[in-house]
């Protein structure tokens, strides 16, 4: 039986994060990792890249200054988005690893139970090791990106402390239709995407008190927004569906429940009026023979103009099904809510000594590095306090 001040699930951002922080304070840590290897997760994010902060996220210098005096961890901004200045995200995983190496890593450690008992926490892996510690840091992740091992392990060691859930789902992913879209496939164009629901349900309504975690740090006077929600920039479209950032960050809002019908709508000249459109499509086609043609891409502008459609520039609408899943989902939506940590510390109001951060949380914020921001804000905070308190 291995005892320890500190003891962390997960060896991703926040975890990682954590253990650097606790190790600061003097303490015994270790960190138990499912796979055979730490940070799988940052190396594949932003492309490579590691998009790990933004500047308008919340305390977003504070996690960037504490980054690179504990790791070393030079940063870059580009149109707001913060990167190491290497522009790798090796670069992050390795220092976050290097700051940890006073750390016990165990790495192939599933773990399968935790609890309390007084002062003392005690984990089982799958593998039948024990763990004891003074602190207990949830850092499990969500569900997204299964392929790095992100399976949602830590919901039921959190419920396991009676915390609640609220469901995970898949978010930061492309939108599917049910419509063929061979002919748009690989079409890139500037438009608003708005997201309606078709239900009839508005705000205010038992159904979108699902959303109320998602203002700013979960504000308990936060109002969810009434829909259509809209996001501008560039769309992508793939053979079944929609993608780019735009649609990424709606499908954060994406609930399929009984009763409930999405569509997703995009206008592509959100700058003119219907008015002012329809004059510049008669002045083109009177002068050039062509309306549309060359304000668009040419596949799109074809697809538009095809007779039967029933589509226009300012309202191409589908019907949404879902999104492509956890595979491809760069965030969870949903988890332990945050009205059951403090929020500063992170620390559990059902459970002292254990905290929970990261992903596992009911937090996501848009495309653009905010969810990492919130992975190493939470990390840090919760390593911080645990070492202190033992």
């Known amino acids: 039986m291995a ?19 606790a190790l600061k304070q003097g303490r015994r840590v270790a960190i138990l990792e499912r796979n055979d290897e730490p940070a799988r997760k940052i190396r594949a994010t932003g492309n490579g890249r590691c998009n790990y902060s933004n500047v308008d996220a919340p305390k977003s210098a504070e996690v960037v200054d504490r980054l690179r005096r504990l790791a070393g961890i030079e940063p870059a901004v580009e149109e707001g988005r913060i990167y190491p200045r290497s522009f790798e995200a090796s670069t992050v995983a390795e220092a976050l690893a290097a700051a940890c190496s006073g750390a016990d890593l165990i790495l192939n450690a599933r773990a399968v139970s935790a609890q309390k008992d007084g002062d003392v926490f005690t984990v089982k892996t799958e593998d039948g090791r024990t763990f004891v510690s003074r602190a207990l840091i949830l850092a499990c992740g969500g569900k997204a990106g299964i392929q790095y091992g992100c399976t949602g ?33 690989g079409v890139r164009a500037q438009a608003r995407a708005s997201l309606n629901m078709e239900s009839g349900i508005g705000c205010g309504s038992e159904f979108c008190s699902i959303y109320a975690s998602k203002g700013p740090e979960g504000r308990s006077d936060y109002q969810p927004p009434a829909f ?7 769309v992508q479209f793939t053979r079944n569906g929609i993608s780019g950032i735009p649609v990424m960050d709606l499908s954060r809002y994406l609930r399929l429940m009984p009763g409930t019908v999405y569509t997703l709508s995009l206008d592509f000249f959100p700058e003119l009026s219907d008015e002012e459109l329809e004059r510049l499509l008669d002045e ?4 050039f023979g062509s309306g549309i043609k060359g304000l668009l891409p040419e596949k799109l502008a074809e697809y538009i103009e095809e007779p039967g ?4 520039a300012k309202d191409l609408c589908f019907i949404i099904t879902g999104t492509r899943g956890w595979k491809n989902a760069q965030a969870t939506c949903g988890g332990v809510p945050l009205s059951e940590v403090d929020p500063d510390s992170f620390e ?35 390593g911080n306090c645990a070492g202190k308190d033992c």
């Open 228 to 234: 259509p929600v809209s996001e501008q920039g560039e």
């Open 309 to 312: 459609k029933g589509r226009w």
């Open 348 to 382: 559990s109001a059902l459970c002292k000594g254990l905290y929970i951060t990261g992903e596992l949380l009911d937090y996501d914020g848009p495309c653009g590095g905010y969810n990492l921001n919130w992975a190493f804000r939470s990390g840090l905070a919760a």
């Open 3 to 21: 005892e320890y001040d500190v003891l962390i699930i997960g060896a991703g951002a926040s975890g990682l994060a954590a253990a650097a922080a």
């Open 284 to 287: 083109r086609e009177r002068r």
């Open 153 to 185: 392990d830590g919901y039921k060691l959190a419920e396991s402390f009676g915390h609640s859930m609220e469901k995970p789902i898949p978010a930061l992913d492309a939108m599917v239709c049910p419509e063929d879209l061979e002919a748009l496939h």
